[in-house]
Nanobody, 124 residues
Framework: VQLQASGGGLVQAGGSLRLSCAAS????????MGWFRQAPGKEREFVAA????????WYAESLKDRVTISRDNDKKTVYLQMNSLKPEDTADYYC??????????????????WGQGTLVTVSS
């Protein structure tokens, strides 16, 4: 399984970014997907997740009004749309895949495969 995250970059506060995560080596439509982030000196934290079965979504409470997760099974890609970005959103953003038909949620333990991360920097 390979997960290739992209779309990070430098953006001013208040701006938007859409992150993408292209998956290969797995039957994508059967896997839940998630996004996490890790800021310098902080622990990895959950951002959003989307199930394989019915597209149900979960969001970190603090981010739910500003982020949207979606997936395109034909393209084997999961997206994270982030709006109204703040300097505190600066972090490496990682995508992750669950196990086959696995449970999806906010815990890293739900995920079996991780991408390499894409850096988002929000300037004030």
């Amino acid at each position: 399984v390979q997960l290739q995250a992209s779309g990070g970059g430098l953006v001013q506060a208040g701006g938007s970014l859409r992150l993408s995560c292209a998956a290969s080596g797995l039957a994508f439509s059967w896997y839940g997907m998630g996004w996490f982030r890790q800021a310098p000196g902080k622990e990895r934290e959950f951002v959003a997740a989307i199930s394989w079965k019915n597209g149900n979504t979960w969001y970190a409470e603090s981010l739910k009004d500003r982020v949207t997760i979606s997936r395109d099974n034909d393209k084997k890609t999961v997206y994270l749309q982030m709006n109204s970005l703040k300097p505190e959103d600066t972090a490496d953003y990682y995508c992750a895949a669950s196990t086959f038909q696995g449970t999806t949620g906010s815990s890293p333990s739900h995920y079996a495969s991780w991408g390499q991360g894409t850096l988002v920097t929000v300037s004030s």
